[in-house]
C-alpha cells in the first residue's frame, strides 16, 4: 500500500508540473481565403475586424498538428513552397519571436492542409511566409480594422523582429491545436500512442 500511495503522489507530482493544454482539438487562426500575393514576406495577423469565427492566438499550451491555407477561387495561385510560422509575442506590440516553423508544403489547391508538430502556448500566432511563385497568400478586405504585420524576407526559429503594420489584409491561416497532458510534444488525439505517459 505504501508503494501504491507513492507511485499515485508522483504521478499527481508530475502531473502538476506539465503546462496547462487545451482540453480536446480546436482550430484557431483564419479561414479567409487568400485573394492575393506578397513575394518573399513573413505575415501575421496582428488584429482583425472583420469575417472569421476562430481565435486569432492560441487558446492554451499544446501542440500544432496540421495547418490550412485556403485560395479564393478567381485567384491562380502559382504553386510554391509555404511556410507556417508560430510567433510569439514580446512587450512590443509589433515585435514578435518566431518559437516554431513547418516543413515547406507546397500550396496548390483552393484549400490545401498539411501534417505538423510544433509546441505553442497560450496567445502564439500563425504566420505564414513564401519566397517563390505567387508569393505568401493574404485575404484582401479593405477593412481598417484588419491589420497584418509584414516583413520582407524569411524568419529563423527563435529570431525576433518589428514587424509593419498594413490595414486592410488578413493571414489565410488556421491550425488545429491538440492537447498535450503528459508534455512529450506530441498532439494527444492524432500522434501520441500513450497520451497518459510522456
Not at 513573413?42 to 469565427?53: A, D, E
Request: hydrophobic share 40%.
Amino acid at each position: 500500500r505504501q508503494r501504491i500511495g507513492a507511485l499515485a503522489s508522483a504521478a499527481l507530482a508530475i502531473s502538476a508540473a506539465l503546462p496547462a493544454s487545451a482540453a480536446a482539438a480546436t482550430d484557431f487562426g483564419d479561414d479567409c481565403s487568400a485573394s492575393s500575393g506578397e513575394p518573399d514576406h513573413t505575415v501575421l495577423q496582428l488584429s482583425r475586424n472583420s469575417g472569421s469565427t476562430l481565435p486569432l492566438t492560441a487558446p492554451g499550451y499544446g501542440i500544432v498538428t496540421s495547418w490550412t491555407v485556403r485560395i479564393a477561387p478567381g485567384f491562380a495561385i502559382q504553386a510554391a513552397p509555404v511556410r507556417l510560422l508560430l510567433l510569439r509575442p514580446t512587450t512590443n506590440s509589433s515585435e514578435f519571436r518566431i518559437v516554431g516553423e513547418s516543413a515547406d508544403s507546397v500550396a496548390g489547391q483552393l484549400v490545401f492542409t498539411a501534417k505538423t508538430r510544433i509546441v505553442v502556448e497560450a496567445g502564439d500566432r500563425l504566420g505564414l511566409y513564401s519566397s517563390r511563385g505567387s508569393g505568401t497568400p493574404v485575404c484582401n478586405t479593405g477593412v481598417a480594422g484588419d491589420e497584418l504585420g509584414f516583413l520582407l524576407g524569411a524568419a529563423a526559429p527563435g529570431s525576433t523582429h518589428m514587424f509593419t503594420s498594413q490595414a486592410g489584409f488578413r493571414v489565410p491561416v488556421s491550425a488545429t491545436l491538440e492537447a498535450d497532458r503528459d508534455g512529450d510534444g506530441y498532439g494527444d488525439e492524432t500522434q501520441d500512442a500513450c497520451p497518459q505517459s510522456g
